[in-house]
Nanobody, 123 residues
Framework: QVQLVESGGGLVQAGGSLRLTCVAS????????MAWFRQAPGKEREFVAA????????YYADSVKGRFTISKDNAKNTIYLQMNSLKPEDTAVYYC????????????????WGQGTQVTVSS
């Protein structure tokens, strides 16, 4: 059974930092792209960042570029999202997702999803 389990969300003041963790299990993800998406109340789910297990490339939404960093630990089957200089508009539920092949900035095509972790940034 494939599982993506996120953790690390919480309440933080504007300008603060959080690190989200996604632990993947249940299959081999070598040919998968892993991504973080987020969804704020009343809004569509949006792309945040992506990484491949097998290469060093990383990809970011313009809104988080320079503030967020996606990384991985292949030995632990774990993906991280380091979030710095957080803003109130970063408040959302953050989801980890896995897609076979090339990454996409659309949530369509991602087969595996975690349950989400809430990030709240106060002003």
């Amino acid at each position: 059974q494939v599982q993506l389990v996120e953790s690390g969300g919480g309440l933080v003041q504007a300008g603060g930092s959080l690190r989200l963790t996604c632990v993947a299990s249940g299959r081999t993800f070598d040919s998968y792209a892993m991504a973080w998406f987020r969804q704020a109340p009343g809004k569509e789910r949006e792309f945040v960042a992506a990484i491949y297990w097998s290469t060093t490339g990383t990809y970011y939404a313009d809104s988080v570029k320079g503030r967020f960093t996606i990384s991985k630990d292949n030995a632990k089957n774990t993906i991280y999202l380091q979030m710095n200089s957080l803003k109130p508009e970063d408040t959302a539920v953050y989801y980890c997702a896995g897609k076979f092949g090339w990454y996409s900035r659309s949530p369509d095509g991602y087969r595996y999803w975690g349950q989400g972790t809430q990030v709240t940034v106060s002003s």
